[in-house]
């Protein structure tokens, strides 16, 4: 399973961007994607996730100001991010859980490669 994540990018606070993942690789269904972050100097942590039924859970440094959302029939899981804040500066990383690829099951998660998202102050 291949995840390619798009849209990072330079703005400033107050600003917004909206993330794409896109899942490949003979997928059937994914149960869940998501979007963690890491910033320099700090550990991965969770911006949200979302199910295949649409049930999603953010971090809370990022509730009311981020959106996410997903297409299950393209594999692809989309973050909106508005308001954005200095303290957003992070590599966002796209991830898949609970794959169903051809006849296998794969419980594990699959990442991406990671987004820059900068924000200037």
Same mark, same amino acid.
């Given at each position: 399973?291949?995840? @390619?994540?798009?849209?990072?990018? =330079? #703005? ?5 961007? !909206?993330? %794409?993942?896109?899942? %490949? ?5 994914? $149960?869940?994607?998501? &979007? ?6 700090? %550990? !991965?942590?969770? #911006?949200? /996730?979302? /199910? $295949? /039924?649409?049930?999603? $859970? ?6 009311? !100001? ?13 973050? @909106? ?7 957003? /500066?992070? =590599? ?6 609970? #794959? ?10 699959? &990442? ?10």
């Amino acid at each position: 399973v291949q995840l @390619q994540a798009s849209g990072g990018g =330079l #703005v400033q606070a107050g600003g917004s961007l !909206r993330l %794409s993942c896109a899942a %490949s690789g003979s997928i059937v269904r994914i $149960n869940v994607m998501g &979007w963690y972050r890491q910033a320099p100097g700090k %550990s !991965r942590e969770l #911006v949200a /996730t979302i /199910t $295949n /039924t649409g049930s999603s $859970n953010y971090g809370d440094s990022v509730k009311g !100001r981020f959106t996410i959302s997903s297409d299950n029939g393209k594999n692809m899981v989309y973050l @909106q991010m508005n308001s954005l804040k200095p303290e957003d /500066t992070a =590599l966002y990383y796209c991830n898949a859980a609970g #794959v169903y690829r051809g006849s296998h099951f794969y419980p594990n998660a699959f &990442w991406g490669q990671g987004t820059l998202v900068t924000v200037s102050s």
